[in-house]
């Protein structure tokens, strides 16, 4: 079984603080997302990457940043944390091809106070 | 814009029921679809998907049937029980984008004893 595994399941930080979101699969997945979950608009992606050292900006990327140093991980980087932040991180993986299945860990609500 | 949405954030059915959970979408050039469970503190879980050349699919309990002239998408699970709780969330696969995966903003299914 496909298993991605987040730091922290809750983390609450302060305004102006730098955040470290780590996400690590186990399944030699080439891709790797992060999504912010907020109710009433789903899933927004906030950067993605298709290999090692790769990263490519998604629909929010603003405020955010990524690195992927190893295959197998993938951290996002809010470096200097602010109140509209608040929110459910989601990291994903999938193989490259096929139905793109997108496999999830179980997020990581963060609270900016 | 592209956008994939949902005609009703919120579904109630009695337990042995049939459900049928809707989404619209925009884009006429998507690939596929994926339609994803996510249960109360957990990440979503892919749940069946079809691709665009196919109008119907079944799995175990669950029909996906997509409607390409009207761009909509619905998930019928059949003899709905209280593990079916849980939110729903279409998802549009853009092969010609990078894979790029839209989703949809959810829908809530509560399932009465």
């Known amino acids: 079984d496909v298993k991605v595994t987040q730091s922290s399941r809750y983390l609450v930080k302060r305004t102006g603080e730098k955040v470290f979101l780590e996400c690590v699969q186990d399944m030699d997945h080439e891709n790797m997302f992060w999504y912010r979950q907020d109710p009433g608009l789903g899933l927004r992606l906030i950067y993605f990457s298709y290999d090692v050292k790769m990263k490519e900006k998604g629909d929010i990327p603003e405020g955010y940043s990524v690195s992927r140093e190893k295959k197998e991980r993938f951290s996002l980087i809010l470096e200097s944390a602010s109140t509209n932040q608040t929110s459910m991180y989601l990291c994903a993986s999938s193989l490259s091809g096929g139905s793109n299945e997108q496999f999830f860990g179980p997020g990581t609500r963060l609270t900016v106070l | 814009g592209e956008s994939v949405g949902l005609h009703l954030p919120t579904l109630s059915v009695q337990e042995g029921d049939n459900s049928i959970i809707n989404c619209a979408y925009s884009?006429?050039?998507?690939?596929?679809f994926i339609w994803y469970k996510q249960e109360s503190g957990k990440g979503p879980q892919f749940i069946i998907d079809?691709?665009?050349?196919?109008d119907k699919r079944q799995g175990q309990r669950v029909t996906v049937l997509l409607n390409k002239t009207v761009k909509h998408l619905s998930l019928q699970i059949a003899a709905t029980q209280p593990g079916d709780s849980a939110v729903y969330f279409c998802?549009?696969?853009?092969?010609?984008?990078?894979?790029?995966?839209?989703f949809g903003a959810g829908t809530r299914l509560f399932v009465k004893a």
């Open positions: 884009n006429s050039a998507s690939d596929y």
């Open positions: 079809i691709r665009s050349n196919m």
């Open positions: 998802a549009e696969i853009l092969v010609n984008r990078g894979f790029k995966t839209i």
